[in-house]
């Protein structure tokens, strides 16, 4: 790998030493986070009958989950995948066995639920930063780690539609709470099968760079500030994402279409998602990515605006799949920025915020959208999620301050089993 890299391509990424094996076993324990929302939702309605205990239990799940990401991944830069991911991994499913015991039969506690569930939730590895950050180590080609990034982006999405049609299958024939052992199952296996990859021993854990940093007050505040800009686009594009699942159900209910219509105006928002992301990795662009990352924001808010004046369902439909093509693009071109802006051993960290915008802005957007569809005419509501995503693209870029002297973006200093390095989850997405 220390000579020139074939021209970049999806074949060529996957041809890159263990590169296949590393992301299928990342894609087998991603496939946990599409599976275990709905088993777990389902598992809990069972067990207690109360939509209301139901909902909180899932709250704090998923608040545990989503806010203590960066601190998860920061063990993860500080220890590396192998002692830090597999604990993490093994200890997150042993919990989540332990509330789908829980759920088995009706009368445990709601105490008891809602303790294991956030427990559970604290627990959750960050196996999509992991496995950016591990492909940043792979492939020292910038436009390679672009097709990378698109890549792993149209995989999870679509792992985040097969996962409830996997759990679908299983309660056909199983107690909900079998969809939770299974997500536990999955999410060992595959952080089993990614930390034994030799790939996983490329990002070096955090500790080992202080003598390559300059001054940590500095870079601290310089990376941070590069930082800004991806993670509050990461932000408005889970607030937009998140408003058009209630939108539509505002939607198809004002005119009495039913549930059907529904599920096309979200599919079409992941069609458009997948073909977006597929686009821009396939294209070999010659602006830098902060200079694009505005307008693919931008782009999202207005063809999202632009969707709440369709006069019909086709219309409505074709205008979401629009607005999808910007999703994929713009996280994933937040990752590549992220990735810039990461001082060494801090990768997996600056995917995880990433993460955790995109995650925190699609709770704050389903919140705030749910209110405004009972007070505001649909075609405004439509109008506020997108200047959402616009009043992200105005955030201005900034590079971290001493980005030269960590290194430069388009390749890192050597690593033990790799010549060079350059440079973290749909989803969402952790």
């Known amino acids: 790998m220390s000579t020139p890299f074939p021209r970049p391509s999806y074949a060529a990424v996957l041809r890159v030493p263990h590169a296949r094996r590393t992301f299928a076993a990342a894609l087998v324990g991603r496939l946990s986070y599409g599976t275990v929302s709905l088993s777990l939702m ?3 309605t069972r067990s207690t009958g109360s939509y209301a205990v139901a909902g909180l239990v899932m709250a704090l799940f998923g608040a545990t989950s989503v806010f203590l990401s960066p601190y998860r991944a920061g063990l993860v830069d500080r220890h590396g995948p192998r002692r830090a991911l597999l604990p993490m991994a093994l200890l997150y499913a042993a919990l989540l066995c332990a509330t789908a015991a829980a759920c088995w039969r009706p009368g445990v506690p709601a105490a008891v639920l809602a303790v294991t569930a956030a ?4 627990c959750t590895p960050p196996l999509g930063p992991s496995m950016r950050a591990v492909w940043a180590d792979m492939l020292p080609d910038r436009a390679l780690l ?5 890549l792993d982006g149209v995989a999870e999405e679509l792992l985040f539609v097969s996962g409830p049609l996997l759990v679908g299958v299983v309660v056909g024939f199983a107690p909900p709470a079998v969809g939770v052992v299974l997500s536990a199952v999955l999410v060992a296996v595959g952080t089993l099968g ?3 990859s030799p790939a996983a021993d490329a990002p070096r854990p955090a500790g080992r760079e202080k003598d390559d940093a300059p001054t940590a007050g500095r870079g601290g505040a310089g990376q941070g500030r590069a930082l800004l800009q991806p993670v509050l686009v990461a932000a408005g594009v889970g607030v937009s994402v ?3 699942d209630l939108l539509a159900v505002a939607y198809a209910g004002q005119r009495d279409l039913g549930g059907t219509t529904v599920a096309w105006v979200l599919a079409a928002l992941s069609a458009g998602s997948a073909v977006g992301g597929l686009l821009n990795g396939a294209i070999t662009w010659t602006s830098s990515a902060r200079a694009r990352l505005p307008f693919l924001a931008a782009g999202l808010g207005v063809s999202l605006a632009a969707a709440g004046l369709a006069p019909g369902v086709g219309t409505l439909v074709a205008a979401v799949a629009c607005a999808g093509l910007f999703v994929a693009p713009a996280l994933t071109t937040a990752y590549l920025i992220a990735d810039e802006s990461a001082a060494p051993g801090f990768r997996t960290r600056a995917g995880a915020w990433c993460n955790t915008a995109v995650n925190a802005g699609m709770a704050a957007g389903a919140a ?3 209110l405004l569809v009972e007070r505001l005419p649909l075609p405004v509501c439509f109008a506020v999620a997108g200047a959402v995503a616009v009043a992200a693209a105005l955030v201005p870029g900034r590079r971290r301050g001493a980005s030269a002297r960590w290194a430069g ?4 200093r050597p690593s033990r089993s790799r010549p060079s390095r350059s440079r973290p989850s749909p989803s969402g997405r952790l």
């Open 368 to 370: 705030a959208v749910g």
């Open 146 to 150: 672009q097709r990378a990034y698109s």
């Open 119 to 122: 427990f559970a939730g604290a």
């Open 194 to 196: 990614f930390v034994t």
């Open 242 to 244: 998140s408003a058009v």
């Open 409 to 412: 973006p388009v390749s890192r």
């Open 42 to 44: 389902l598992a809990l």
